[in-house]
């Protein structure tokens, strides 16, 4: 009987670490809530404020779908756009399944390829999105950051993470200054098998579309922004627009931390934590969380249809 190579009992240890963490992070908030109050709460949500918000959440699949087309498109070949919705749907449904984004990510990948980009191509592409993603992230959230502190007079309840995160934002600007300044410094010193990478960065932060794509990025992170603050609606919860601008975006980059499934138990922390900012109790946060976390569990499980589906084996072509 052969013995588990250290790498095969990493790849199990992490997905089943992650499921741990989500489950002990739910458990001990669900202990700290009222149960009765927060079912109440989640029967007066109307058709009309889950319909609108599920729909945000699929006009963001649309769109970062089709910044991924964009970005496929500077790399090498475009996809086009129904087969790249098909295949985000795809990862999303992967995502939302399992413990981990790889197999989602791994989907998108061979799923290009099947399109006819080459396997480099297909992980650039996605590699890309995914940094776009935080980046895009992160600054949506500083800009909350930011409001909270400068609006309402309140730092969010985790030591220095306005600090922290600006710092991420800035010293990832400063390198992408610097990048462009002295790329061939890069290629020298970063080993051969992150040249592509390289070239790939260059080929976006050189290109017309740059701005125009991140500022695409902040719109799709602003439509989780705009989704939840339609609950809070549906809910009758003291938060207005403004508040929401500034307590939602935190809370969405500290659940992208990968340490759990799907950012459950992180987000409802978070939640908790941002919204006492403005007096919502820990009740009535946790179940906007929780209801939030299952619209896009119900956008994630639809994208199993598309898994089920039969696969396209046409070839790409431009929109």
Same mark, same amino acid.
């Given at each position: 009987?052969?013995?588990?190579?250290?790498?095969?009992?990493?790849?199990?240890?992490?997905?089943?670490?992650?499921?741990?963490?989500?489950?002990?992070?739910?458990?001990?908030?669900?202990?700290?809530?009222?149960?009765?109050?927060?079912?109440?709460?989640?029967?007066?949500?109307?058709?009309?404020?889950?319909?609108?918000?599920? #729909?945000?959440?699929? &006009?963001? /699949?649309? @769109?970062? $779908?089709?910044?991924?087309? !964009?970005?496929?498109?500077?790399?090498?070949? *475009?996809?086009?756009?129904?087969?790249?919705?098909?295949?985000?749907?795809?990862?999303?449904?992967?995502?939302?399944?399992?413990?981990?984004?790889?197999?989602?990510?791994?989907?998108?990948?061979?799923?290009?390829?099947?399109?006819?980009?080459?396997?480099?191509?297909?992980?650039?592409?996605?590699?890309?999105?995914?940094?776009?993603?935080?980046?895009?992230?992160?600054?949506?959230?500083?800009?909350?950051?930011?409001?909270?502190?400068?609006?309402?007079?309140?730092?969010?309840?985790?030591?220095?993470?306005?600090?922290?995160?600006?710092?991420?934002?800035?010293?990832?600007?400063?390198?992408?200054?610097?990048?462009?300044?002295?790329?061939?410094? #890069?290629?020298?010193? &970063?080993? /051969?098998? @992150?040249? $592509?990478?390289?070239?790939? !960065?260059?080929?976006?932060?050189?290109?017309? *579309?740059?701005?125009?794509?991140?500022?695409?990025?902040?719109?799709?992170?602003?439509?989780?922004?705009?989704?939840?603050?339609?609950?809070?609606?549906?809910?009758?919860?003291?938060?207005?627009?403004?508040?929401?601008?500034?307590?939602?975006?935190?809370?969405?980059?500290?659940?992208?931390?990968?340490?759990?499934?799907?950012?459950?138990?992180?987000?409802?922390?978070?939640?908790?934590?941002?919204?006492?900012?403005?007096?919502?109790?820990?009740?009535?946060?946790?179940?906007?969380?929780?209801?939030?976390?299952?619209?896009?569990?119900?956008?994630?499980?639809?994208?199993?249809?598309?898994?089920?589906?039969?696969?396209?084996?046409?070839?790409?072509?431009?929109?």
């Amino acid at each position: 009987m052969t013995t588990p190579s250290p790498r095969a009992l990493l790849r199990i240890a992490i997905p089943v670490l992650k499921v741990a963490v989500a489950l002990g992070l739910v458990i001990w908030i669900a202990r700290r809530i009222d149960f009765s109050e927060g079912w109440a709460a989640v029967q007066t949500l109307s058709a009309t404020t889950i319909s609108v918000s599920i #729909f945000l959440l699929l &006009l963001q /699949a649309l @769109l970062s $779908a089709w910044r991924w087309c !964009l970005l496929s498109d500077m790399i090498g070949q *475009r996809l086009k756009m129904s087969g790249a919705m098909k295949l985000f749907m795809q990862s999303l449904f992967y995502n939302q399944a399992l413990p981990s984004p790889i197999p989602g990510d791994a989907a998108r990948i061979f799923g290009a390829v099947k399109y006819g980009l080459t396997i480099g191509e297909a992980t650039l592409g996605v590699v890309m999105d995914r940094i776009l993603t935080l980046f895009g992230l992160a600054v949506v959230a500083l800009i909350g950051l930011v409001i909270m502190r400068g609006f309402y007079g309140q730092d969010f309840p985790i030591p220095y993470l306005v600090e922290l995160t600006a710092l991420g934002v800035a010293g990832t600007v400063a390198s992408a200054l610097v990048f462009s300044w002295r790329r061939q410094f #890069f290629v020298r010193v &970063l080993p /051969a098998k @992150l040249h $592509a990478l390289n070239d790939a !960065l260059g080929a976006f932060l050189n290109h017309r *579309r740059m701005l125009g794509i991140f500022l695409l990025t902040l719109v799709i992170h602003g439509l989780s922004v705009i989704s939840l603050e339609i609950l809070v609606l549906g809910l009758d919860l003291p938060l207005d627009w403004g508040q929401a601008a500034a307590a939602f975006p935190p809370v969405l980059l500290i659940a992208m931390v990968p340490i759990s499934v799907g950012g459950w138990g992180l987000r409802e922390g978070g939640m908790i934590i941002s919204l006492a900012v403005f007096g919502i109790g820990t009740t009535d946060a946790a179940t906007l969380s929780v209801v939030f976390g299952l619209l896009q569990l119900v956008v994630g499980l639809a994208g199993g249809v598309f898994v089920l589906s039969r696969p396209h084996s046409g070839k790409i072509k431009a929109l």
